[in-house]
T-cell receptor, first 113, second 117 residues
């Protein structure tokens, strides 16, 4: 069975500094992986996705993630945090045969001025 | 293009009362999902529809929860009777799955927050 583990429930950074949100996955085959973002009282929005093409995936708002099979990781990064990046971030794995999305527990990103 | 629309946004009821949530997906999206999101947790799938057919309802507590998607467009999720533990956000999402490789991109509504007193 597929699963994802987000290693930090809460991450706090200063505006202008790098962001790192960590995610490890478990899958018996090459997975499809995603990062979704949820701003307060808003719907979840897809940030980026990995589907076995390039291992470095670029998403919206300057975010990117690198798929590392040897480490079973799919960490989300951004070179410079902005106040508007403060939100809840979810790492997600997809079951290829059903398309069912399995969400991690989420990481709350706080950005301090 | 309009996004996924859910109503009501907020609902407060007493336990044992019924409640219903409505979802209008993005036009042309034939796959519709209902997710449950408890506080501090990731969303969990309740039910998935392909057009009007429920193709995955294994996580739906069928003793008190029901859902329908008549005509393969709008959907309603009902809880009867509600319990204290049902307090959560109920998310609706849709996707334009066409039968090819699944892209995994879902478009979510803003959710319906239920508080059961």
């Amino acid at each position: 069975a597929q699963s994802v583990t987000q290693l930090d429930s809460h991450v706090s950074v200063s505006e202008g500094t790098p962001v790192l949100l960590r995610c490890n996955y478990s899958s018996s085959y090459s997975p499809s992986l995603f990062w979704y973002v949820q701003h307060p009282n808003k719907g979840l929005q897809l940030l980026l996705k990995y589907t076995s093409a390039a291992t470095l995936v670029k998403g919206i708002n300057g975010f990117e993630a690198e798929f590392k099979k040897s480490e079973t990781s799919f960490h989300l990064t951004k070179p410079s945090a902005h106040m508007s990046d403060a939100a809840e971030y979810f790492c997600v794995v997809s079951e290829s045969n059903t398309g069912k999305l399995i969400f991690g527990q989420g990481t709350t990103l706080q950005v301090k001025p | 293009e309009a996004g996924v629309v859910q109503s009501p946004r907020y609902k407060i009821i007493e336990k044992k009362q019924p409640v219903a949530f409505w979802c209008n997906p993005i036009s042309g999206h034939n796959t519709l999902y209902w997710y449950l999101q408890n506080l501090g947790q990731g969303p969990e799938l309740l039910i998935r529809y392909e057009n009007e057919e429920a193709v995955d309802d294994s996580q739906l507590p069928k003793d008190r929860f029901s859902a329908e998607r008549l005509k393969g467009v709008d959907s309603t999720l009902k809880i009867q009777p509600a319990e204290l533990g049902d307090s959560a956000v109920y998310l609706c999402a849709s996707s334009p799955r066409t039968g090819g490789p699944y892209t995994g991109e879902l478009f979510f509504g803003e959710g319906s927050r239920l508080t059961v007193l």
